[in-house]
Nanobody
Framework: QVRLVESGGDSVRIGGSLTLSCEVY??????????MAWFRQAIWKEREGVAA???????RYADSVNGRFTISTNNAKNTLYLQMNSLKPEDTATYYC??????????????????????WGQGTQVTVSS
C-alpha cells in the first residue's frame, strides 16, 4: 500500500520561498510512466492542481504558479518536491501530494485533475502573509 507523507509547510512572508517534500513509501517513484502531482486547497475553495510530473521529467503547471513553482523528484530518496518562490497571499493553502498508482498514461490536459490520482498524503499547511 502506497503512503505519501508531506512536510515542509510553514508560515512565510510575501515574496519568500519554501520547499515542500513528499516522501513515498511502499512504491517506487522512478519510472517513465510514473505520475505525481501537487494539489492545494485553500479555505472555502475546492482542491486545485498546482503542478504535475511524469517520469520525473515532463512537467505541467497551473497558470497561477507557472514560473514561480518547480516540481521535481529525487528517485534515490523516493521523494517528490515543490520549490515555491515569490510566494503570494493567494498561495496560502493546505498542499497535498498525489500519486496515480493505477495509470501509466494521463493526457497532458488532465495531469492537474484530482480525479486522475488515487493515492494522497495528509497535507501540509502553507501560509503566506505580510
Amino acid at each position: 500500500q502506497v503512503r505519501l507523507v508531506e512536510s515542509g509547510g510553514d508560515s512565510v512572508r510575501i515574496g519568500g520561498s519554501l520547499t515542500l517534500s513528499c516522501e513515498v513509501y511502499g512504491d517506487s517513484i522512478s519510472g517513465s510512466y510514473i505520475y505525481m502531482a501537487w494539489f492545494r486547497q485553500a479555505i472555502w475553495k475546492e482542491r486545485e492542481g498546482v503542478a504535475a510530473i511524469k517520469g520525473g521529467v515532463f512537467t505541467r503547471y497551473a497558470d497561477s504558479v507557472n514560473g514561480r513553482f518547480t516540481i521535481s523528484t529525487n528517485n534515490a530518496k523516493n521523494t517528490l518536491y515543490l520549490q515555491m518562490n515569490s510566494l503570494k497571499p493567494e498561495d496560502t493553502a493546505t498542499y497535498y501530494c498525489a500519486r496515480a498508482t493505477q495509470k501509466d498514461y494521463i493526457q497532458t490536459l488532465r495531469m492537474l485533475l484530482e480525479s486522475e490520482y488515487d493515492a494522497w498524503g495528509q497535507g501540509t499547511q502553507v501560509t503566506v502573509s505580510s
